[in-house]
């Protein structure tokens, strides 16, 4: 592949941000994480802690709701505010200071004998998968060892370098199969800095941080240059990548450097993603 073509994607994508701030959406359906017994979702940092979107329930839940934890499974961890008193000895008043507690919890697919509360989501069953990008998801998996796993129903699409797995949506939760494709080589691209490959990314980075914004701009532009390879590039999936380039890249400062040195690591991050010999 001629370095030509990581130039042109990149030029487009430097084009996109000059033209301003353009909305970022999430292009998938998906349920957010909620609570199995209130029914209400989890807000801040429990959103990051819960891998999937869905109902989640403790381990006594899941006893009181007539089913059970299946054997085997890992709990995922949630963290909460209680009010603890505290009285004061010299005024005699009592007060309430919020304490930070944590709570291990389960997805309702980590259970049997429990029924969802929440309404179905309807999936787009005609959504076909596109060959040619297919072909290069399951080389690269094959090549590189890295776990590909769908949830249908999530509301998350993720990387985790501790499992060296790739969690995504079932395709029919997507707009279409290029939204679906864009968000798969994302996150394939994620997995290119594992120690065993790039050696980019480590499993403590913040999120939020500059680490972390640049990984995400190497991740989503990587993904533009091999949805461009596989000819399977839209403008809505382009434009879409422009807007959460943008996005990441107001943490940089809106530094153009930092998108040139980003399309740099994403080249090489593609290059693996597609097997081409550098």
Known sequence: MKTSIYEMVTNRILEQLDKGVIPWRKTWRGG??????????YRGINTLLLPYGGEYLT??????AGGSVKKGEKSSMIVFYKPLEIEDKTTDEVKQIPFLKYSNVFHISQCEGIQSKMEPIIFDLEIEPIQAAQDIINAYAARSGVQIIHVEGSDRAFYRPST????LPIIGQFE???EYYSTAFHEAAHSTGHKSRLNRIT???AFGSQTYSREELIAEIAAC???NFAGIEIPETFENSAAYIKSWSKKLKEDVKAILAASGQAQKASDLILGVET
Not at 59 to 64: G, H, T, V, Y
């Open 203 to 205: 499993d403590t980075v």
């Open 225 to 227: 240059m091999v949805m």
């Open 59 to 64: 381990f006594l839940q899941a006893k009181e």
């Open 164 to 167: 060296d797995i790739i969690t």
């Open 32 to 41: 957010e994480p909620r609570n199995y017994v209130t029914q209400k979702p």
């Open 176 to 178: 279409s199969a290029e």
